[in-house]
């Protein structure tokens, strides 16, 4: 009921068209980069994020009135027969984006998995990671931005060895415009690496911008992530539009839950698996009650021997 009531809120507060829409981990598998495994059948993500700016470089003391000091973002993903991730997502200023994804070859032992994708499925051109009316001027259209990726989990090959590679290309939203970024062409990479159990610490470059993250996994459907974004804002990029908070390296804080799966053969396999947990619960019990009687039988012969000898 609790963890109910949070979603409610965090979901009334995105509805507001004041804020924006937060990135990274909106869209995506990894950070802000796609990976090319996609949710199970069936299965259903749902994640929220909050960003906090850094607003040191404004250079107008009147902006802080018109411009939040924090955004939300929501995204929902769907796995369908284990070939396709179907999503939506809210990028403020009242739009919703559609993205989608699909598996050209699944991974396993050597072979490294490989998909295809679509991003920021809307009309407005103009998008970004702060919605369609943002202060940020793309020459390249930003939405329906095409990509292909290829991930190997290392694991696969050498257990000891806990990090995962992803490599794709992509237009739109994964073309680079500026100095250090546009050389990229398009290209983007990440790299996820699992220390210990449960905590997987991610970094990437998606064609514009280098992030870093951690993702930790509280339990089989929550995990909480953490985000500091836009990393080389941080090393004086002297760009004249670095005066707006959305162009400032970001802190970022949220969660992800995954349910499922709701239908099809892993869910009847799930159903027996818990079946059979129950009925060796239940004869466990039955012999615990069994023990039970032939210990009370064995009580009262005593009790009866005690009465005959007076004792």
């Not at 090319?36 to 003391?61: E, V």
């Not at 998909?115 to 202060?135: C, E, L």
Request: charged fraction near 20%.
């Amino acid at each position: 009921m609790r963890n109910k009531f949070i979603l409610f809120i965090i979901f009334l507060l995105t509805c507001s068209p004041y804020f924006l829409n937060s990135t990274p981990f909106i869209q995506g598998n990894v950070l802000d980069s796609p990976n090319a495994h996609l949710l199970q059948h069936s299965y259903i993500q749902f994640s929220g994020i909050a960003t906090f700016y850094d607003q040191d470089h404004i250079m107008q003391a009147g902006d802080f009135n018109s411009i939040p000091k924090y955004t939300l973002g929501l995204d929902l993903k769907v796995g369908a027969f284990n070939w396709v991730e179907l999503g939506v997502a809210y990028v403020g200023t009242q739009v919703w984006t559609g993205f989608v994804k699909g598996r050209i070859l699944k991974e396993s032992g050597a072979i490294p998995a490989i998909a295809i994708g679509v991003q920021n499925m809307t009309p407005f051109k103009r998008i970004s990671d702060y919605g369609s009316n943002t202060f940020t001027y793309y020459k390249i259209a930003q939405n329906f931005s095409m990509y292909g990726v290829i991930t190997k989990d290392i694991s696969y090959i050498n257990p000891s060895i806990p990090v995962t590679l992803s490599l794709g290309i992509g237009t739109g939203r994964f073309q680079g415009e500026r100095d250090r970024s546009e050389p990229w062409k398009g290209i983007f990479t990440s790299i996820e690496v699992r220390p210990v159990k449960n905590l997987t610490i991610i970094s990437d470059i998606d064609g514009k911008d280098w992030n870093i993250a951690s993702v930790y996994r509280v339990n089989y459907n929550l995990e909480l992530l953490f985000a500091w974004t836009e990393i080389e804002q941080t090393f004086g990029v002297n760009y004249t539009h670095r005066t707006h908070p959305t162009e400032q390296q970001k802190i970022q804080m949220g969660f992800r839950m995954t349910y499922g799966p709701f239908f099809g053969q892993e869910l009847a396999q799930r159903r027996q698996r818990e079946f059979e947990i129950m009925r060796s619960y239940e004869t466990e019990l039955e012999e615990i009650r069994r023990k039970r009687e032939e210990a009370e039988k064995e009580l009262e012969r005593l009790r009866r021997i005690l009465e005959e000898t007076g004792g």
